[in-house]
């Protein structure tokens, strides 16, 4: 398996459930003392990189190729991590300029890493090269480079990279590189707040672009982004998934190579009252057709927390029936506001409703998104007859999101004053943004 790069947030929206993978790739789950203790080490390169020749008449363009190094087991310190690059595969492409870390020896450089992470939040590369299309170089041209690497640590106290599994193919070319800079995270707002959103667009290409489209996907919980009279705006009903607005904007502004844009008047938006999490997404693409030389630097994300609440209740049931008899239970779970709540980088489920099923009860039937598991949370070989069920909420819910679960339970044994647990569950961690946990409990009474 060949890990993926951790840059620059996913698009919102479809690729929402692909932002969990993004965001997780090479996250270990926490090692139990009954489970083998494995460990991996991976190198994190680009795939593919263009180098553009320079414009007018210029020396070609530096591009910085950033290498990353990483392991899989953080119950594991890993250190003195060593890569070998080898770019004897460069050759009449490209050159490469070498870091402090980087110890060159004619084609190749072992680069140093003296402390190896696990992928999280803080996660960067540590290798950045440096580098350029040769002199004289076509159009066209490709090289590539190619990487291993070994670590000290792991459970047999050395890690070894996959052999032959990591290179970047780098090609000379020319056109258009719009670049969006990267927005620092806003937090501490208020429901109600109004923030300018600093946008900076530059073509860092060697060619003309000849105009190009802009985009701007913002969350639930944000509205009146300002108007432009070159942009058309919707307005999704989140069927499918959360709502958001949706902005497409058509500049035919001419950017010659270094030319910078702004917008007709800056960029605004403001934070409805159930506003929580928020993310605007902004992309850009260029016009006529035109290829952009480098396509990560084209989108971002950025992420705006406002200090408000999301109170998260279950609401239980009372039923009963005669030995044999086969009843109802329903199970509700309900946002109470003010603010709504959306996984809208991981892409997790906002919350699982657990139920322990009752003693002297079967469930025959199971809504629709409740698996069911052993009572530590284990796989269940059947649907039905599981003494405990986990339903998934989706990944987002609205300020006023109401939902009920109805289970068919068979009454085995009148066990007088019997009830079962009712619950609700982030899918990691805790629920920070709940005021109140004490209506996160019910229970389902029988009899």
Same mark, same amino acid.
């Given at each position: ?32 003392? =009954? ?111 190619? *990487? ?14 996959? &052999? ?35 946008? /900076? ?22 509205? /009146?982004? +300002? ?12 069927? =499918?998934?959360?709502?958001?607005? &949706? ?26 009252? &159930? ?23 084209? *989108? ?31 199970? +509700? ?27 002297? +009860? ?32 989706? *990944? ?21 004053? +019997? ?5 609700? &569950? ?22």
């Amino acid at each position: 398996m060949r890990p993926v790069s951790v840059g620059r947030s996913v698009r919102l929206g479809a690729c929402v459930t692909a932002a969990a993978g993004l965001l997780t790739a090479g996250l270990a789950a926490p090692a139990f003392a =009954d489970e083998p203790q494995t460990d991996q080490l991976w190198i994190n390169p680009p795939y593919e990189q263009t180098l553009p020749l320079g414009a007018n008449g210029g020396g070609p363009q530096s591009r910085p190729l950033d290498i990353g190094l990483y392991h899989d087991n953080n119950n594991f310190t890993v250190t003195d991590g060593k890569v070998t690059v080898d770019i004897s595969g460069l050759a009449g492409v490209a050159e490469v300029t070498w870091p402090e870390n980087c110890a060159p020896s004619g084609t190749t450089a072992v680069c140093h890493v003296p402390e190896v992470p696990v992928i999280g939040p803080d996660y960067s590369e540590q290798i950045r090269l440096v580098v350029r299309a040769a002199d004289g170089a076509a159009v066209g041209a490709q090289g590539r480079i190619t *990487y291993e690497a070994t670590a000290t640590g792991g459970p047999s106290g050395t890690l070894v990279a996959p &052999h032959d599994s990591f290179d970047t193919t780098l090609t000379v070319a020319t056109g258009p590189d719009l670049a969006i800079a990267d927005i620092a995270p806003i937090e501490h707002t208020a429901p109600g707040d109004e923030k300018t959103i600093p946008f /900076e667009l530059t073509n860092n290409g060697d060619s003309t672009a000849h105009g190009f489209t802009l985009t701007l996907k913002a969350s639930y919980g944000l509205e /009146e982004l +300002t108007r432009y009279d070159a942009c058309t705006y919707s307005r999704t009903s989140g069927d =499918d998934y959360a709502p958001r607005t &949706h902005v497409t904007c058509s500049f035919d502004q001419e950017l010659a190579p270094g030319d910078t844009f702004e917008l007709p008047e800056p960029l605004k938006v403001k934070l409805t009252r &159930h506003a929580l999490q928020e993310r605007l997404d902004i992309s850009v693409d260029p016009g006529g057709g035109a290829e952009d030389l480098r396509w990560d630097d084209n *989108y971002t994300a950025l992420l705006i927390a406002a200090d408000n609440a999301a109170d998260f209740s279950v609401t239980g049931d009372a039923v009963s029936g005669a030995a044999g008899e086969t009843v109802t239970a329903r199970l +509700t779970f309900k946002n109470n506001g003010p603010g709504w709540l959306g996984n809208i980088v991981s892409g997790d489920s906002v919350a699982n409703v657990r139920l322990i099923v009752p003693r002297g +009860t079967t469930v025959t039937g199971v809504p629709s998104g409740c698996i069911p598991r052993t009572l530590s949370g284990d796989f269940y070989p059947r649907q039905t007859g599981a003494p405990r069920y986990d339903c998934r909420l989706p *990944y987002w819910v609205l300020e006023d999101t109401e939902r009920s679960y109805a289970f068919s339970l068979r009454i085995d044994t009148v066990v007088p004053g +019997t009830t079962g647990a009712v619950s609700i &569950h982030p899918e990691f961690g805790e629920f920070e943004f709940d005021p109140d946990t004490t209506n996160n409990t019910a229970v389902l009474a029988v009899n």
